[in-house]
């Protein structure tokens, strides 16, 4: 296909829906389809499996930027988390100055503080996507990643 300007274009489209009934009309008009841990039918392929949770968490990034949140999902490598008042805000155009900024967590409820760096960012779901980097008690993050 060529574009507007006689540049070649390749486009790649992946699905991850069966059919359109997997479609909710939200979604249709948000624009995006589903994310891939929506669909149970398919085997997710990491190194560490992740595991559900809803732990409440105190987030500080650099030494403007902290709030509240909880951790959604997570695994000893990563976690998903839910922080609307951090991460809904962010303009698409600053998504990438984001991406690899380093993060710590605080679990007070577990005594315990995770050090990552954020790799994705949704700012509809006001989510972001962790690389764990360290935390203050490994033995305490892995009963709580594997428990």
């Known amino acids: 296909m060529t574009g507007r300007y006689g540049y070649a274009i390749d486009i790649t489209i992946l699905l991850y829906a069966w059919d359109s ?3 909710t009309a939200s979604e249709k008009k948000r624009g995006c389809i589903r994310y891939m841990s929506d669909n ?22 650099g030494i403007y930027l ?7 999902d997570i695994s000893r490598c990563g976690m ?6 951090l991460f809904k805000f962010i303009k698409s155009s600053q998504i990438g100055d984001y991406i690899g900024a380093h993060i710590r967590i605080m679990f007070p409820a577990h005594s315990l503080t995770v050090n990552g760096t954020i790799v994705r960012i949704d700012t509809l779901r006001g989510e972001g996507a962790l690389s764990i980097t360290g935390t203050s008690d490994d033995a ?4 709580i990643c594997s428990g």
Do not use: F
Not at 40 to 61: P, S
């Open 21 to 23: 009934t997997d479609i």
């Open 40 to 61: 149970a039918g398919i085997k997710e392929q990491r190194r560490h499996e992740r595991k559900k949770v809803k732990i409440t968490a105190l987030l500080k990034m």
């Open 66 to 72: 902290s709030g509240r949140g909880y951790a959604k």
């Open 80 to 85: 998903c988390l839910v922080a609307p008042n």
């Open 140 to 143: 305490s993050w892995e009963r």
